[in-house]
């Protein structure tokens, strides 16, 4: 297991309780402000001690307060990228990057200034000073040092949060490439669903300091009920699929996997690389019978494996594509008139503009056995 | 422009102070970096009081100060003859005496500027550092002293400046021994008091202006250069 985690701890009113474990490239720690994801990042990177409980990485004891062994921060060699920059301002880009190397023994590092520069795209910010850098920039830096330090294992703690749209844009590629390019795994803290949706191989989800799911992405994003109430239209089905097709003339790409094919807005991706689609429940329709005359593209086929009462006028339908759960959020009304229940056959619909970039994202091999 | 020449004493005086000073600032910086961070980061039993004791001097009558100095460092002094009798290192009537005295007068001044900076220092980047594998000493000479430097120079000067007008607590502690302990105040204090002396007086007060003023001049460029350096957002 590359990361187990067993702790318990008081904070304030609230207590902190969490345990899994985790193989996974990125292992996602979910949830809403508040709900004890810095604390658990934090009790990780060695910056807080557990009252109890025992961490692990890459087959290192980090904390086991029943062997009274406690390894402080700086010898964890855990790369911790923070949500803000943190770089020293007294340093210059290439110093900052190169700061950790120097406490790295030089036979575990693996990584070096050259190819972090080139997977960061940050060489032509070398000999500047971290205040002379955009927000997108400095961040792109800070992860560059940690990466640097050769760590055993990647912190990143909401590191797009304090970025714009643009600048999230810039940078999730980036932590894609080191996702699937590096051998470093990755816990992400972070409250937006998109980001989870779209990078995590796992998720692990936090509500009032209690771990309350954790499982692999594709089946924690169906569970709309853990979701937080305003993301729950966020939530949806996440599919690992393959580039089948591409078609030129409308400009688009067919995707396969066993739910079926869809057809997005085309990508820049070779055929058999992989892609993760997201689809919201929202964006989803159902049919009892092959629609008509109807211009979306997409049309599943598969039957209704559950149905659950969501908040108010919607419910949320399960359906099963060929192994594959597509999720649809619609109201009680057309369940009624639909006459919708569990095990009849059914298609369901989506949108090709449905798929915007934020949707569908290339990916590598998300876990390690 | 002859009645600027100064004479061998007054260049004695001058030469001694400037001694006395450099090395007032120079043996109390990293006591004064070490009870700064005790201060600004420590959280033990009796702080204020250690807080208390630091600030004496600055609260304190000089002459009160240099009294003390006399009666703990003096040669009967219980500090003052251990260090005699085990070191060979005397206080007493010797301008080791008046370093002494300097460093103590100029030591709050110097604590509060270095305590201010460290408290502005932002400790996310300290533990930034720690968990790129920097453990606490590295930290502290790599992130925090390049950060407090301006305050580091900032109570350097003021150290200094203190050193070379500090009299009560010298002129109490080690007298006024020309060559031995009269550093410039002494001096000019001496000047006053014989006939004739104005001229010596005046002379020793410019050259005084001048080393404050040098001091200061060359402690602003200092931190210009340094803020220009470090260009903090």
Not at chain 1, 1 to 23: H, K, N, P, W, Y
Not at chain 2, 46 to 63: A, C, Q, Y
Request: proline share 5%; net charge positive; aromatic share 6%.
């Amino acid at each position: 297991m590359t990361v187990s985690v067993d702790i318990s701890q008081r904070l304030g009113s609230l207590t902190l309780e969490a345990r899994f474990e985790s193989a996974g490239r990125l292992t996602a720690l979910f949830g809403p402000s508040g709900s004890g994801k810095t604390s658990l990042i934090n009790l990780i990177g060695g910056l807080m001690r557990p009252d109890r409980g025992r961490i692990t990485a890459q087959g290192r004891v980090f904390v086991d307060t029943a062997e009274r062994i406690f390894v402080p921060a700086h010898k964890r060699r855990v790369g911790y990228v923070f949500q803000e920059p943190r770089l020293f301002p007294h340093m210059s880009v290439r110093t900052n990057l190169l700061y950790g190397r120097w406490f790295t023994p030089s036979a575990e590092r693996y990584e070096d200034l050259g190819r972090v520069v080139e997977l960061l795209g940050i060489g032509h910010l070398l000999e500047r000073r971290p205040s002379r850098l955009s927000g997108g920039e400095k961040q792109r830096v800070a992860i560059g040092r940690a990466l640097l330090t050769s760590p055993r294992l990647l912190l990143m703690d909401e590191p797009l949060a304090s970025l714009d749209e643009a600048r999230k844009a810039e940078i999730m590629p980036y932590i894609e490439r080191l996702r699937d390019e590096t051998k470093i795994p990755i816990v992400y803290v972070s409250h937006s669903i998109g980001e989870v949706a779209r990078l995590a191989s796992d998720v692990a989800v936090m509500s009032q300091g209690k771990l309350s799911a954790f499982g692999p992405t594709g089946t924690i994003m169906q569970r709309l009920d853990l979701l937080p109430k305003e993301a729950q239209g966020e939530g949806g089905a996440v599919l690992d699929m393959q580039v089948a097709a591409h078609d030129r003339e409308f400009d688009m790409t067919m995707l396969a996997s066993r739910a079926g094919e869809i057809r997005v807005p085309r990508i820049d991706a070779g055929l058999g690389n992989k892609v993760r689609v997201r689809i919201r429940a929202r964006d989803v329709i159902i049919a009892t019978e092959r629609p008509q005359g109807l211009s979306a593209l997409n049309m599943l086929a598969g039957t209704i494996a559950a149905i659950q009462p969501a908040d108010g006028v919607a419910v949320e339908v399960r359906i099963d594509c060929g192994g594959e759960a597509v999720m649809s959020r619609i109201t009680r009304q057309s369940l009624h008139a639909l006459d919708l229940a569990v095990g009849r056959p059914v298609f369901a619909v989506i949108k090709t503009v449905a798929f915007d970039q934020e949707n569908l994202s290339r990916t590598g091999a998300l876990h390690d056995i | 422009m002859s009645w600027m020449q100064l004479s061998p004493e007054e260049w004695t005086a001058v030469h001694l102070s400037l001694k006395v000073s450099t090395w007032a600032m120079v043996v109390s910086l990293p006591i004064g970096i070490a009870v700064a961070l005790l201060l600004a980061r420590g959280k033990f039993w009796g702080k204020s009081v250690l807080n208390g004791i630091v600030h004496l001097p600055l609260i304190l009558p000089p002459v009160v100060t240099g009294y003390l100095l006399l009666l703990t460092f003096g040669r009967r002094g219980p500090v003052g003859a251990f260090l005699a009798e085990n070191f060979g290192i005397v206080f007493s009537f010797r301008w080791t005496g008046a370093a002494l005295a300097c460093g103590v007068m100029g030591f709050p001044l110097m604590v509060r500027a270095i305590r201010l900076s460290i408290e502005a220092v932002d400790r996310k980047l300290e533990a930034a550092a720690g968990t790129l594998g920097a453990n606490p000493a590295w930290v502290f000479f790599t992130v925090t002293l390049p950060l407090i430097l301006p305050g580091v120079i900032a109570g350097m000067i003021l150290s200094f400046a203190k050193a070379m007008g500090e009299f009560g607590a010298t002129i109490t502690f080690v007298s006024n021994i020309p060559g031995e302990t009269q550093t410039l105040p002494s001096a000019i204090y001496t000047f006053t008091q014989v006939p004739g002396g104005d001229v010596g007086a005046l002379r020793l007060t410019i050259v005084s202006i001048i080393i404050s003023m040098t001091a200061l001049v060359a402690s602003e460029a200092m931190s210009r250069r340094l803020g220009k350096r470090l260009d903090i957002e």
